[in-house]
């Protein structure tokens, strides 16, 4: 298989589509998300809880504790966080990032190879090879092709830089194809491992 190659011009907005992967993907957040949704729960029953015997115990009406828990529980489920809200935060921290000078040099004209080896990235300020063993996931989606590295690092190649959704298609299965020949894919179970 010949090299595939694209070019295209690297935007905030493609960056920004990271985000949203990220969110859903990545292991470190997910485990924040979760770590984060038993903290709220736990506060909640600590404190419901007490409240609920000290009631019971006195002997006093618990009409306000009927009004109280699903008032808190409806907080709480606000509180919670959700890949939506997290993919909003690093959203919100890539921008920042993004808008200073280091953040900008992410932006802009990027050439990208495929081959037998690996990937080859060309920039205006640097150029990268990374070998197939070195790509962890391959993440399509109508808009882009994100390239899990280790990190986990993320490269986005937009659909947008193909004449048309079926070369953006076929790129997407010439990668996944040769990452997976290549050792890739390490975060796929039977794929990436030798002799798979």
Request: proline content about 7%.
């Amino acid at each position: 298989m010949k090299p595939l190659r694209v070019e295209f011009d690297m935007t905030k907005a493609d960056l920004l589509a990271v985000a949203d992967v990220l969110a859903a993907r990545d292991a470190g957040v997910i485990r924040a998300i979760r770590k984060t949704r038993t903290s709220l729960l736990l506060m909640m029953a600590f404190l419901l809880v007490p409240f609920g015997a000290v009631f019971a115990l006195q002997g006093l009406n618990v009409a306000p504790l009927v009004v109280a828990v699903p008032i808190s529980v409806g907080v709480l489920a606000l509180a919670l966080p959700t890949t939506h809200r997290m993919g909003q935060r690093i959203r919100k921290s890539m921008a920042a990032n993004l808008a200073t000078p280091a953040g900008r040099a992410y932006l802009g004209w990027r050439v990208l190879e495929v081959g037998a080896e690996g990937l080859m990235m060309e920039s205006s300020y640097s150029t990268a090879r990374i070998g197939w063993r070195g790509v962890v996931d391959l993440v399509p989606t109508a808009d882009h092709l994100f390239i899990v590295l280790p990190g986990p690092g993320y490269l986005p190649v937009p659909a947008a830089a193909f004449g048309n959704h079926d070369d953006f298609d076929r790129f997407v299965d010439g990668v996944t194809e040769l990452c997976a020949a290549g050792g890739g894919l390490t975060a796929r179970p039977g794929l990436g491992e030798p002799g798979a």
